[in-house]
Protein backbone atom coordinates (compact mmCIF):
# COMPACT_ATOMS: atom_id res chain seq x y z
CA UNK A 1 0.00 0.00 0.00
CA UNK A 2 1.31 3.49 -0.80
CA UNK A 3 1.92 5.62 2.37
CA UNK A 4 0.71 9.05 2.45
CA UNK A 5 2.91 11.84 1.29
CA UNK A 6 4.46 14.76 3.24
CA UNK A 7 2.90 16.83 0.06
CA UNK A 8 -0.66 18.09 0.28
CA UNK A 9 -0.99 20.16 -2.78
CA UNK A 10 -4.25 18.30 -4.00
CA UNK A 11 -5.92 19.34 -1.30
CA UNK A 12 -5.85 23.94 -2.17
CA UNK A 13 -7.15 22.18 -5.37
CA UNK A 14 -10.04 20.66 -3.64
CA UNK A 15 -10.02 23.94 -1.74
CA UNK A 16 -10.45 26.00 -5.24
CA UNK A 17 -13.43 23.37 -6.26
CA UNK A 18 -14.52 24.18 -3.12
CA UNK A 19 -15.24 28.04 -3.09
CA UNK A 20 -16.11 27.30 -6.70
CA UNK A 21 -19.14 25.30 -6.06
CA UNK A 22 -19.93 28.30 -3.43
CA UNK A 23 -20.22 30.91 -5.70
CA UNK A 24 -21.45 28.05 -8.29
CA UNK A 25 -24.64 28.00 -5.99
CA UNK A 26 -24.60 31.31 -4.69
CA UNK A 27 -25.52 32.83 -8.17
CA UNK A 28 -28.52 29.76 -8.30
CA UNK A 29 -29.90 30.21 -5.45
CA UNK A 30 -29.99 34.50 -5.37
CA UNK A 31 -33.34 34.20 -7.19
CA UNK A 32 -35.15 31.49 -4.27
CA UNK A 33 -35.04 34.33 -2.17
CA UNK A 34 -35.71 37.37 -4.43
CA UNK A 35 -38.99 35.61 -5.20
CA UNK A 36 -40.17 36.15 -2.50
CA UNK A 37 -39.56 39.56 -1.85
CA UNK A 38 -43.09 41.36 -2.60
CA UNK A 39 -41.67 44.03 -5.05
CA UNK A 40 -39.63 41.85 -7.60
CA UNK A 41 -43.09 39.79 -7.54
CA UNK A 42 -45.13 42.44 -8.36
CA UNK A 43 -42.14 43.96 -11.37
CA UNK A 44 -42.09 40.55 -12.71
CA UNK A 45 -46.10 40.29 -13.14
CA UNK A 46 -46.52 44.30 -14.29
CA UNK A 47 -48.57 45.15 -11.44
CA UNK A 48 -48.40 48.36 -10.31
CA UNK A 49 -46.18 49.79 -7.32
CA UNK A 50 -47.86 49.50 -4.48
CA UNK A 51 -50.40 47.44 -5.16
CA UNK A 52 -50.69 44.30 -3.21
CA UNK A 53 -50.76 41.25 -4.69
CA UNK A 54 -54.39 39.27 -5.05
CA UNK A 55 -53.96 35.90 -3.52
CA UNK A 56 -55.33 34.48 -7.08
CA UNK A 57 -52.21 36.92 -8.38
CA UNK A 58 -49.95 35.57 -5.91
CA UNK A 59 -50.52 31.36 -7.08
CA UNK A 60 -50.28 32.44 -10.47
CA UNK A 61 -47.08 33.92 -9.73
CA UNK A 62 -45.63 30.50 -8.06
CA UNK A 63 -46.75 28.51 -11.10
CA UNK A 64 -45.45 30.76 -13.26
CA UNK A 65 -41.99 30.63 -11.20
CA UNK A 66 -42.15 27.49 -11.80
CA UNK A 67 -41.45 27.28 -15.43
CA UNK A 68 -38.69 29.52 -14.97
CA UNK A 69 -37.17 27.32 -12.74
CA UNK A 70 -38.18 24.67 -15.60
CA UNK A 71 -36.22 26.78 -18.41
CA UNK A 72 -32.98 26.97 -16.24
CA UNK A 73 -32.97 23.25 -15.79
CA UNK A 74 -33.69 22.88 -19.68
CA UNK A 75 -30.63 24.81 -19.87
CA UNK A 76 -28.82 22.63 -17.09
CA UNK A 77 -29.65 19.41 -18.34
CA UNK A 78 -28.06 20.53 -22.25
CA UNK A 79 -25.04 22.22 -20.17
CA UNK A 80 -24.09 19.65 -18.14
CA UNK A 81 -24.06 17.23 -21.62
CA UNK A 82 -22.44 19.79 -23.56
CA UNK A 83 -20.08 21.11 -21.22
CA UNK A 84 -19.31 17.65 -20.09
CA UNK A 85 -18.04 16.98 -23.76
CA UNK A 86 -16.10 19.81 -23.42
CA UNK A 87 -14.52 19.54 -20.63
CA UNK A 88 -12.52 16.01 -21.93
CA UNK A 89 -11.81 17.66 -25.13
CA UNK A 90 -10.41 21.17 -24.31
CA UNK A 91 -8.90 20.23 -20.72
CA UNK A 92 -10.58 20.71 -17.23
CA UNK A 93 -8.47 24.18 -16.92
CA UNK A 94 -9.91 25.65 -20.33
CA UNK A 95 -13.60 24.11 -19.76
CA UNK A 96 -13.94 25.51 -16.51
CA UNK A 97 -12.80 28.81 -17.27
CA UNK A 98 -15.46 28.99 -20.10
CA UNK A 99 -18.42 27.84 -17.64
CA UNK A 100 -17.71 30.55 -14.54
CA UNK A 101 -17.35 32.93 -17.77
CA UNK A 102 -20.80 32.10 -18.64
CA UNK A 103 -22.44 31.73 -15.17
CA UNK A 104 -21.18 35.04 -13.79
CA UNK A 105 -22.12 36.98 -16.82
CA UNK A 106 -25.91 35.57 -16.83
CA UNK A 107 -25.35 36.08 -12.79
CA UNK A 108 -25.30 39.77 -13.73
CA UNK A 109 -28.00 39.89 -16.39
CA UNK A 110 -30.62 38.72 -13.95
CA UNK A 111 -30.53 42.32 -12.11
CA UNK A 112 -31.54 43.81 -15.71
CA UNK A 113 -34.68 41.85 -16.46
CA UNK A 114 -38.48 43.44 -16.01
CA UNK A 115 -40.39 40.17 -16.96
CA UNK A 116 -40.96 36.17 -16.21
CA UNK A 117 -40.08 35.56 -20.29
CA UNK A 118 -37.05 37.99 -19.67
CA UNK A 119 -36.05 36.05 -16.74
CA UNK A 120 -36.54 32.56 -18.12
CA UNK A 121 -34.21 33.67 -20.92
CA UNK A 122 -31.54 34.48 -18.95
CA UNK A 123 -31.88 31.71 -16.32
CA UNK A 124 -31.55 29.71 -19.65
CA UNK A 125 -27.99 31.41 -19.80
CA UNK A 126 -27.11 30.77 -15.99
CA UNK A 127 -28.14 26.92 -16.96
CA UNK A 128 -25.87 26.28 -19.51
CA UNK A 129 -22.98 28.20 -17.62
CA UNK A 130 -23.91 26.57 -13.95
CA UNK A 131 -23.40 22.64 -15.20
CA UNK A 132 -19.58 23.08 -15.73
CA UNK A 133 -19.20 22.99 -12.30
CA UNK A 134 -19.76 19.29 -11.28
CA UNK A 135 -17.83 17.63 -14.22
CA UNK A 136 -15.14 20.32 -14.20
CA UNK A 137 -14.89 19.01 -10.73
CA UNK A 138 -14.98 15.61 -10.47
CA UNK A 139 -12.56 15.36 -13.46
CA UNK A 140 -10.47 17.48 -11.25
CA UNK A 141 -11.06 15.00 -8.49
CA UNK A 142 -10.31 12.23 -11.05
CA UNK A 143 -6.76 13.92 -11.82
CA UNK A 144 -5.72 14.93 -8.91
CA UNK A 145 -6.68 11.82 -6.02
CA UNK A 146 -6.35 8.13 -5.95
CA UNK A 147 -9.59 6.18 -5.65
CA UNK A 148 -9.57 5.73 -1.98
CA UNK A 149 -9.63 9.56 -1.51
CA UNK A 150 -11.62 10.31 -3.97
CA UNK A 151 -15.27 10.39 -2.12
CA UNK A 152 -14.31 12.49 0.71
CA UNK A 153 -12.64 14.96 -1.49
CA UNK A 154 -15.86 14.83 -3.68
CA UNK A 155 -17.38 15.62 0.07
CA UNK A 156 -15.51 18.29 0.55
CA UNK A 157 -15.75 20.41 -2.91
CA UNK A 158 -19.62 19.04 -2.68
CA UNK A 159 -19.53 21.00 0.75
CA UNK A 160 -19.36 24.28 -0.94
CA UNK A 161 -23.33 23.96 -2.50
CA UNK A 162 -24.36 24.02 1.36
CA UNK A 163 -22.12 27.28 2.42
CA UNK A 164 -23.27 28.70 -1.25
CA UNK A 165 -27.09 28.37 0.15
CA UNK A 166 -26.00 29.54 3.45
CA UNK A 167 -24.15 32.91 2.29
CA UNK A 168 -27.01 33.20 -0.12
CA UNK A 169 -29.57 33.14 2.47
CA UNK A 170 -27.25 35.26 5.38
CA UNK A 171 -26.90 38.46 2.44
CA UNK A 172 -29.28 38.35 0.02
CA UNK A 173 -32.42 39.20 2.16
CA UNK A 174 -30.24 41.95 3.13
CA UNK A 175 -29.19 43.19 0.58
CA UNK A 176 -32.46 43.10 -1.23
CA UNK A 177 -34.03 44.73 2.03
CA UNK A 178 -31.80 47.44 1.78
CA UNK A 179 -30.75 47.87 -1.53
CA UNK A 180 -33.34 45.57 -4.00
CA UNK A 181 -33.53 42.93 -5.77
CA UNK A 182 -31.92 44.19 -8.20
CA UNK A 183 -28.50 45.02 -6.85
CA UNK A 184 -28.98 41.45 -4.92
CA UNK A 185 -27.96 39.90 -8.26
CA UNK A 186 -25.21 42.18 -9.19
CA UNK A 187 -23.24 41.79 -6.10
CA UNK A 188 -23.49 38.28 -6.20
CA UNK A 189 -22.72 37.63 -10.31
CA UNK A 190 -19.64 39.70 -9.97
CA UNK A 191 -18.16 36.77 -7.94
CA UNK A 192 -17.65 33.87 -9.91
CA UNK A 193 -14.75 36.38 -11.82
CA UNK A 194 -12.98 36.33 -8.55
CA UNK A 195 -13.26 32.64 -8.57
CA UNK A 196 -12.07 32.32 -12.36
CA UNK A 197 -8.30 34.84 -11.82
CA UNK A 198 -7.79 32.12 -8.81
CA UNK A 199 -9.08 28.96 -11.17
CA UNK A 200 -6.60 30.51 -14.06
CA UNK A 201 -3.43 31.36 -11.71
CA UNK A 202 -3.48 28.37 -9.93
CA UNK A 203 -5.22 24.63 -11.97
CA UNK A 204 -3.05 22.12 -14.15
CA UNK A 205 -2.34 18.71 -14.10
CA UNK A 206 -0.60 17.52 -11.42
CA UNK A 207 2.33 15.94 -13.38
CA UNK A 208 2.79 19.74 -14.30
CA UNK A 209 2.50 21.27 -11.66
CA UNK A 210 6.03 22.31 -9.94
CA UNK A 211 4.35 22.47 -6.58
CA UNK A 212 3.62 18.79 -6.60
CA UNK A 213 6.30 16.48 -5.01
CA UNK A 214 7.59 13.17 -6.84
CA UNK A 215 6.34 11.23 -3.79
CA UNK A 216 2.99 13.16 -3.74
CA UNK A 217 2.23 12.53 -7.74
CA UNK A 218 3.25 8.93 -7.12
CA UNK A 219 0.56 8.66 -4.38
CA UNK A 220 -1.83 10.11 -6.60
CA UNK A 221 -1.08 8.13 -9.85
CA UNK A 222 -1.27 4.87 -7.37
CA UNK A 223 -4.25 3.51 -9.28
CA UNK A 224 -3.10 0.98 -11.97
CA UNK A 225 -5.86 1.55 -14.03
CA UNK A 226 -6.21 -1.11 -16.94
CA UNK A 227 -4.85 0.39 -20.23
CA UNK A 228 -7.86 1.68 -22.54
CA UNK A 229 -7.66 3.21 -26.42
CA UNK A 230 -6.64 6.76 -26.72
CA UNK A 231 -9.47 7.29 -28.50
CA UNK A 232 -12.31 9.42 -26.95
CA UNK A 233 -15.54 7.61 -26.14
CA UNK A 234 -18.59 9.42 -27.49
CA UNK A 235 -21.75 9.75 -25.73
CA UNK A 236 -23.39 6.79 -27.62
CA UNK A 237 -20.94 4.38 -26.66
CA UNK A 238 -20.85 5.62 -22.96
CA UNK A 239 -24.67 4.98 -22.92
CA UNK A 240 -23.79 1.27 -24.36
CA UNK A 241 -22.49 0.46 -20.74
CA UNK A 242 -24.45 -0.43 -17.36
CA UNK A 243 -22.06 1.61 -15.46
CA UNK A 244 -23.79 4.67 -17.00
CA UNK A 245 -26.96 4.07 -16.82
CA UNK A 246 -26.16 3.17 -12.73
CA UNK A 247 -24.82 6.92 -12.70
CA UNK A 248 -27.60 7.95 -14.65
CA UNK A 249 -30.80 6.36 -12.60
CA UNK A 250 -28.66 7.86 -9.11
CA UNK A 251 -28.46 11.68 -10.80
CA UNK A 252 -32.47 11.47 -12.34
CA UNK A 253 -34.11 10.33 -9.48
CA UNK A 254 -32.23 12.00 -6.61
CA UNK A 255 -31.01 15.14 -8.74
CA UNK A 256 -34.80 16.60 -8.64
CA UNK A 257 -35.17 16.74 -4.86
CA UNK A 258 -32.32 18.81 -4.07
CA UNK A 259 -33.20 21.43 -6.81
CA UNK A 260 -36.86 21.36 -5.22
CA UNK A 261 -35.12 21.75 -1.44
CA UNK A 262 -33.13 24.96 -2.94
CA UNK A 263 -36.13 26.33 -5.38
CA UNK A 264 -39.30 25.98 -3.16
CA UNK A 265 -37.75 26.09 0.80
CA UNK A 266 -38.12 29.37 0.94
CA UNK A 267 -41.83 29.08 -0.11
CA UNK A 268 -42.59 26.43 2.27
CA UNK A 269 -41.80 28.07 5.49
CA UNK A 270 -43.40 31.95 3.62
CA UNK A 271 -46.40 30.30 2.73
CA UNK A 272 -47.01 26.37 4.12
CA UNK A 273 -50.34 25.77 6.12
CA UNK A 274 -49.52 23.74 8.22
CA UNK A 275 -46.49 25.60 9.96
CA UNK A 276 -47.49 27.27 13.31
CA UNK A 277 -45.84 30.48 12.03
CA UNK A 278 -44.41 31.54 9.19
CA UNK A 279 -41.03 33.37 7.71
CA UNK A 280 -40.63 36.72 6.02
CA UNK A 281 -37.49 37.71 3.98
CA UNK A 282 -36.62 39.46 7.18
CA UNK A 283 -36.22 36.41 9.10
CA UNK A 284 -35.97 33.59 6.68
CA UNK A 285 -32.19 32.87 5.90
CA UNK A 286 -32.56 31.77 9.64
CA UNK A 287 -33.24 28.53 8.93
CA UNK A 288 -31.73 28.14 6.46
CA UNK A 289 -28.32 28.52 8.15
CA UNK A 290 -29.46 25.89 10.42
CA UNK A 291 -30.63 23.55 7.14
CA UNK A 292 -27.47 23.57 4.80
CA UNK A 293 -24.56 23.69 8.03
CA UNK A 294 -26.16 20.25 9.17
CA UNK A 295 -25.48 19.40 4.96
CA UNK A 296 -22.11 20.58 5.46
CA UNK A 297 -21.61 18.27 7.93
CA UNK A 298 -23.33 15.53 5.95
CA UNK A 299 -21.66 15.87 2.32
CA UNK A 300 -18.50 15.86 4.80
CA UNK A 301 -19.47 12.83 7.09
CA UNK A 302 -20.84 10.91 4.40
CA UNK A 303 -17.54 11.56 1.83
CA UNK A 304 -15.21 10.67 4.74
CA UNK A 305 -16.90 7.34 6.05
CA UNK A 306 -17.01 5.99 2.38
CA UNK A 307 -13.36 6.61 2.22
CA UNK A 308 -12.80 5.34 5.78
CA UNK A 309 -14.81 2.04 5.07
CA UNK A 310 -12.34 1.68 1.68
CA UNK A 311 -9.51 2.16 4.12
CA UNK A 312 -10.67 -0.76 6.75
CA UNK A 313 -10.31 -3.03 3.34
CA UNK A 314 -14.21 -2.89 2.22
CA UNK A 315 -14.83 -3.32 -1.56
CA UNK A 316 -15.52 0.54 -3.29
CA UNK A 317 -19.08 -1.40 -4.07
CA UNK A 318 -19.40 -2.52 -0.60
CA UNK A 319 -17.93 0.63 0.87
CA UNK A 320 -20.12 3.48 -1.58
CA UNK A 321 -23.55 1.61 -1.33
CA UNK A 322 -23.35 1.26 2.34
CA UNK A 323 -22.87 5.02 2.76
CA UNK A 324 -25.68 5.53 0.51
CA UNK A 325 -28.10 3.08 1.97
CA UNK A 326 -27.59 5.17 5.24
CA UNK A 327 -28.42 8.43 3.42
CA UNK A 328 -31.33 6.82 1.77
CA UNK A 329 -32.89 5.58 5.70
CA UNK A 330 -32.13 9.70 6.83
CA UNK A 331 -34.29 11.30 3.96
CA UNK A 332 -36.97 8.89 4.90
CA UNK A 333 -38.85 10.74 7.49
CA UNK A 334 -38.86 14.44 5.32
CA UNK A 335 -42.83 13.91 4.59
CA UNK A 336 -43.71 14.37 8.27
CA UNK A 337 -42.03 17.94 7.82
CA UNK A 338 -45.66 19.14 5.70
CA UNK A 339 -47.75 17.82 8.59
CA UNK A 340 -46.40 18.85 11.51
CA UNK A 341 -46.80 22.61 13.41
CA UNK A 342 -43.45 22.67 14.64
CA UNK A 343 -41.42 24.82 12.48
CA UNK A 344 -38.54 23.40 15.01
CA UNK A 345 -39.23 19.86 13.84
CA UNK A 346 -39.25 20.71 9.91
CA UNK A 347 -36.45 22.11 10.32
CA UNK A 348 -34.75 19.28 11.97
CA UNK A 349 -36.31 16.84 9.40
CA UNK A 350 -35.23 18.98 6.45
CA UNK A 351 -31.96 19.63 7.77
CA UNK A 352 -31.34 15.51 8.28
CA UNK A 353 -32.82 15.16 4.25
CA UNK A 354 -30.48 17.35 3.00
CA UNK A 355 -27.27 16.34 4.88
CA UNK A 356 -27.62 12.92 3.64
CA UNK A 357 -28.85 14.07 0.12
CA UNK A 358 -25.67 16.07 0.06
CA UNK A 359 -23.33 12.30 1.16
CA UNK A 360 -25.51 10.45 -1.46
CA UNK A 361 -24.10 12.87 -3.94
CA UNK A 362 -20.66 13.05 -2.86
CA UNK A 363 -20.95 9.10 -3.04
CA UNK A 364 -22.47 8.83 -6.61
CA UNK A 365 -20.47 11.55 -8.12
CA UNK A 366 -17.14 9.38 -7.52
CA UNK A 367 -18.95 6.24 -9.66
CA UNK A 368 -17.75 8.10 -12.52
CA UNK A 369 -14.32 8.11 -11.26
CA UNK A 370 -14.80 4.69 -9.58
CA UNK A 371 -15.71 3.11 -13.06
CA UNK A 372 -14.38 4.68 -16.11
CA UNK A 373 -10.93 5.87 -17.50
CA UNK A 374 -9.87 9.72 -16.46
CA UNK A 375 -10.57 10.65 -20.38
CA UNK A 376 -14.39 9.93 -20.20
CA UNK A 377 -14.81 11.09 -16.36
CA UNK A 378 -16.18 14.88 -17.59
CA UNK A 379 -18.81 13.59 -20.03
CA UNK A 380 -19.73 10.72 -17.58
CA UNK A 381 -20.45 13.07 -15.22
CA UNK A 382 -22.02 15.43 -17.71
CA UNK A 383 -24.54 12.53 -19.22
CA UNK A 384 -25.44 11.78 -15.64
CA UNK A 385 -26.25 15.52 -15.43
CA UNK A 386 -28.11 16.30 -17.95
CA UNK A 387 -30.27 12.87 -16.75
CA UNK A 388 -30.66 14.57 -13.60
CA UNK A 389 -31.52 17.60 -14.54
CA UNK A 390 -33.95 15.88 -16.92
CA UNK A 391 -36.00 14.52 -13.93
CA UNK A 392 -35.82 18.46 -12.56
CA UNK A 393 -37.36 19.72 -15.36
CA UNK A 394 -40.38 17.08 -14.80
CA UNK A 395 -40.68 18.13 -11.32
CA UNK A 396 -40.01 21.81 -11.80
CA UNK A 397 -42.79 21.91 -14.86
CA UNK A 398 -45.68 20.07 -11.77
CA UNK A 399 -44.40 21.59 -8.47
CA UNK A 400 -46.39 24.30 -8.74
CA UNK A 401 -49.66 23.01 -9.69
CA UNK A 402 -48.84 20.20 -6.77
CA UNK A 403 -47.94 23.42 -4.11
CA UNK A 404 -50.94 24.94 -5.41
CA UNK A 405 -53.75 22.52 -5.54
CA UNK A 406 -52.57 19.83 -2.97
CA UNK A 407 -50.19 21.69 -0.68
CA UNK A 408 -46.36 20.39 -0.11
CA UNK A 409 -47.20 16.39 1.63
CA UNK A 410 -46.77 15.20 -2.22
CA UNK A 411 -43.41 16.81 -2.85
CA UNK A 412 -42.22 15.40 0.38
CA UNK A 413 -44.01 12.43 -0.12
CA UNK A 414 -41.75 11.84 -3.11
CA UNK A 415 -38.52 13.09 -1.81
CA UNK A 416 -38.90 10.82 1.28
CA UNK A 417 -38.82 7.23 -1.08
CA UNK A 418 -36.94 7.93 -3.76
CA UNK A 419 -33.34 7.83 -2.64
CA UNK A 420 -34.04 3.55 -1.68
CA UNK A 421 -36.12 3.18 -5.01
CA UNK A 422 -32.92 4.50 -6.85
CA UNK A 423 -30.61 2.42 -4.62
CA UNK A 424 -32.53 -0.40 -5.50
CA UNK A 425 -32.32 -0.12 -8.92
CA UNK A 426 -28.55 0.95 -9.10
CA UNK A 427 -27.72 -2.12 -7.48
CA UNK A 428 -29.31 -4.19 -10.42
CA UNK A 429 -27.55 -2.32 -13.01
CA UNK A 430 -24.04 -2.48 -11.24
CA UNK A 431 -24.43 -5.11 -8.59
CA UNK A 432 -20.44 -4.50 -7.94
CA UNK A 433 -19.64 -1.21 -9.28
CA UNK A 434 -16.99 -2.83 -11.61
CA UNK A 435 -14.92 -0.18 -13.76
CA UNK A 436 -15.09 -0.78 -17.43
CA UNK A 437 -12.92 -2.93 -18.76
CA UNK A 438 -11.04 -3.46 -22.27
CA UNK A 439 -13.11 -6.46 -23.38
CA UNK A 440 -16.34 -3.86 -22.85
CA UNK A 441 -14.80 -1.18 -24.61
CA UNK A 442 -13.75 -3.76 -27.61
CA UNK A 443 -17.43 -4.74 -27.99
CA UNK A 444 -18.93 -1.44 -28.74
CA UNK A 445 -16.25 -1.29 -31.30
CA UNK A 446 -13.98 0.78 -29.62
Request: proline share 4%; aromatic share 14%; glycine share 8%.
Amino acid sequence: MTSVPSGNFRWRIVLLLFFATTINYIDRQVLSFTMIDEEFRREMMDIPEGQSLTQGEQDEFKVLYSYVDTAFKVAYALGFLLIGWLVDRVGTKRGFSIAIVLWSIAGVLNAFIGSLRGLSLVRFMLGIGEAGNFPSAMKSVAEWFPKKERSFAAGLFNAGANVGVIATAALVPWLTIQYGWRFSFIATGVLGFLVLIAWLRTYRPPEEHPSVSRQELAYIQQDHEEEVPEEKLSWWRLLGFRQTWAFIVGKFMCDPIWWFYLTWLPDFFNSSESLDHRLDLKNVGLPFLVIYIVSDGGSVLFGWLSSKFIHLGWSVNRARKTTMLICALCVLPIFFAAQTNSIYVAIALISLATAAHQGWAANLYTFASDMFPKSAVASVTGIGGMFGAVGGIVLAAVAGNIRVNFGYLPLFLIASSTYLIALVIIHSLSPKLEPVNKKELESLGV
